[in-house]
């Protein structure tokens, strides 16, 4: 079973200027987005550094059947029809695209439709129906545990459930949206509670999934179908007030400690794009239980998990100020979950729960067993207790203003070009 | 300050057949819904047992200025464009509305706009962005409480911060969509867990409030401005599996437990037909702290309540069989909510996250203080432990299959007709 084909091939080239060997947008990858210059936003699929505009495409005569069909229906300001159709549309739209993008004939039609991407703005990808946030970044998990419980970290459902919850669709906001620093209820330890900006604001370092293909209410969505319904991965950033979340966080769990916004990358990478890059998911550990059968598939168990290095900077006013370059906070990996995105979406429809085109699942904050992995400031500072130092003489315990976070991702595989996923990046600003 | 006029005089009456007197929808109701007949769905208002086509009245030139404009916002398939107008369309309509109504005049032009309800096919009013769940029903978080804490029902957070959570949008339904026992995990005290159907479903009696006219993401809504965005309220039931909700919900909160239905009634009772109806408050028991200032408003103290009596019934598939009529199992009141609708959208802003038109907000389980107005099964049998008798001689510790749950509410004021919400029913099918 190959699902491979000539787009991934890694010999092939493209005519457009710099998009070979480009960090994250060479031509095996050609990611979905939204886009607008001073006009009305639409689809548009990334190439270097540029974005070739689907309404163009789908109005040029050059693409026909089922790939005319997909541009047509990415030709809005939300990608959700497109995503709708699942695999196949989006397939075909790929073949097409990179057979334009590489064929040197074609170079003469299709650039008048490229525009620079410094020069565009970036959209969400799509309207979210639902966002989703799990928490499979077993590490992560066991970090804030020991935290709060050092004796018992792992809550006895985790290596059962694959525990998520629901998250806020309307402040999901694709990167360099300006991070305000919420208010909110905070209580110290033997004072009546106040109302004031947080002083804990942190980031989490995740992946986000996309919905293509929905469910319907009352179907449950087998795990062997499961990655039917995904479209694609993007990175995420679940910002979050850990002063507010303590207050608040019982029994109903994370609230106004999470709204204020979730940064993803604007670009879907799409399961096609990701197919070199799949890979067995990190092993249960000797001695942990069985997934429940509805949880428990072979091809999951063979390549359920992405090969994604994970990375986060920080860069601070001062830094900036100094000419300093941002500063790694951390390095850890995609395989650091202990359930799939396969796992998740078949858990989330598992009780006839309807997911639906354009729905965002985040995996949760995807840490490495060790210090220089871990996925928030929580962990890296052992909730503010030991505050980092950075290379200028600047410690942080949690986010200060004018602190800019960026995630990047980077996709790996043997024998294949590196693929990314672009920034997602914000910038605090007080409230 | 008034904001009282003809649309709510007692006095008034309609030419509309059985419209007086109705227990629902008199003409001093004129509640905003979205029907279809076997075609597209639109904008429409309950007189009595018939629904006025907004889309018809639209284009009759009947309307003009803003009345026609909100008209117009209302004759597609959602009503977020005429929500997002708050106030002033909305009422500019309802003065219109209920002139035509009411002046026999009129009949002959209006009739014809006029569907019977029951050739009708209701759907949800709008089209739900975010889904935010609130446990402001104080009995209730002591009842559950005090299952599980008995020395300690209410958490030290509950008289300081509204507390809610994200619910699932998607699976949001009108009156009537089959309630389908979800599956999911089920662990016995000392037992593995196991995937199977819930064996504890619930219901849960609340009401849900429409937002109208959105926020901007980083702008908090202060309380005094908070009802300037509700467009209306209907009743919801926040259906329950309580053995999954038991292993799921640590740390992150309800999920599977919640999100297979929500059921709302489909009628949004405008925040102009509740005026006549609104209320201080229940009093904050003595001694309670004082809500922070960001809570707390002079004129939410005066009127941040609502005179609704609210009561759910239940049929067994036996009772049906038996020509036994449905049985009430709980009579509550709206007034038993710790905190108003006010300070759950104040509080839901407080942080900067944005809400939009066509958010729906739910209050929490408004249960009563006394056994015979518990709003849930998990109250009204102890957990389980005491099950109901049923006349019939059934009993129920929680929802068998063929079950139906129908919830209604009542406003009532002196000097003022009483008004209702339509129905809010569903009914247990196996999975």
């Keep these: 079973m190959?699902?491979?084909?000539?787009?991934?091939?890694?010999?092939?080239?493209?005519?457009?200027?710099?998009?070979?060997?480009?960090?994250?947008?060479?031509?095996q990858n050609l990611p979905l987005g939204v886009f607008s210059l001073d006009d009305a936003p639409r689809g548009g699929v990334a190439i270097g550094d540029f974005i070739l505009d689907l309404a163009a495409l789908a109005d040029s005569g050059l693409?026909?059947?089922?790939?005319?069909?997909?541009?047509r229906a990415a030709s809005g300001p939300e990608l959700n029809a497109l995503l709708e159709g699942g695999g196949a549309p989006r397939r075909a739209l790929r073949r097409r695209i990179s057979d334009l993008l590489s064929d040197p004939a074609q170079r003469e039609r299709v650039e008048p439709m490229l525009h620079?991407?410094?020069?565009?703005?970036?959209?969400?990808?799509?309207r979210i129906?639902?966002?989703?946030?799990?928490?499979?970044?077993?590490?992560?998990a066991l970090n804030v545990g020991r935290l709060f419980r050092p004796d018992a970290p792992l809550l006895p459902n985790y290596k059962h459930v694959p525990i998520?919850?629901?998250?806020?669709?309307?402040s999901v906001r694709p990167t360099d949206a300006p991070v305000i620093r919420p208010s909110?209820?905070?209580?110290?330890?033997?004072?009546?509670?106040?109302?004031?900006?947080?002083?804990?604001l942190d980031f989490e370092l995740e992946l986000g999934a996309w919905i293509g293909g929905g469910s319907g209410l009352g179907r449950p969505i087998p795990l062997a179908e499961a990655e039917r319904h995904l479209a694609g991965l993007c990175l995420l950033n679940d910002w979050s007030a850990r002063d507010i979340q303590a207050w608040e966080y019982q029994p109903l769990g994370p609230?106004?400690?999470?709204?204020?916004?979730?940064?993803?990358?604007?670009?879907?990478?799409t399961a096609e794009a990701l197919e070199p890059y799949r890979t067995a998911p990190e092993p249960r550990p000797a001695g942990d239980p069985a997934p429940l059968p509805y949880l428990d598939d072979p091809t999951d168990r063979a390549r359920g998990g992405f090969a994604i290095d994970l990375e986060v900077r920080i860069s601070t006013r001062k830094m900036r100020e100094e000419g300093i370059e941002d500063l790694v906070l951390s390095r850890s990996h995609a395989r650091h979950m202990y359930w799939t995105v396969g796992q998740m979406i078949a858990h989330h429809a598992s009780n006839g729960c309807d997911l639906r085109s354009g729905d965002l699942l985040g995996t949760g904050t995807l840490s490495a067993p060790t210090?220089?992995?871990?996925?928030?400031?929580?962990?890296?500072?052992?909730?503010?207790?030991?505050?980092?130092?950075?290379?200028?003489?600047?410690?942080?315990?949690?986010?200060?203003d004018g602190d800019e976070i960026a995630l990047s991702g980077r996709l790996s595989a043997p024998g294949f070009v590196n693929l990314g996923f672009g920034e997602c990046r914000g910038r605090v600003v007080a409230g």
């Excluded at 190959?2 to 031509?27: K, Q, Y």
């Excluded at 609230?255 to 990358?265: A, D, G, M, R, Y």
């Design 255 to 269: 609230f106004l400690s999470k709204n204020f916004l979730t940064t993803v990358s604007p670009w879907v990478v």
């Design 371 to 400: 210090a220089d992995g871990f996925g928030s400031l929580l962990e890296l500072t052992r909730g503010g207790a030991e505050p980092l130092s950075l290379p200028n003489g600047e410690t942080r315990a949690f986010l200060e």
């Design 129 to 140: 129906g639902d966002y989703t946030d799990f928490y499979v970044g077993i590490h992560h």
């Design 184 to 200: 909110g209820q905070l209580k110290a330890a033997d004072a009546d509670p106040i109302f004031a900006p947080s002083r804990r």
């Design 63 to 71: 693409l026909s059947c089922e790939a005319q069909e997909a541009a």
């Design 2 to 27: 190959s699902r491979l084909d000539e787009t991934h091939d890694p010999a092939r080239v493209s005519w457009v200027e710099g998009a070979d060997g480009h960090p994250d947008f060479p031509i």
């Design 116 to 126: 620079r991407t410094n020069d565009c703005r970036m959209h969400l990808p799509a």
């Design 164 to 170: 998520g919850y629901h998250g806020r669709a309307s």
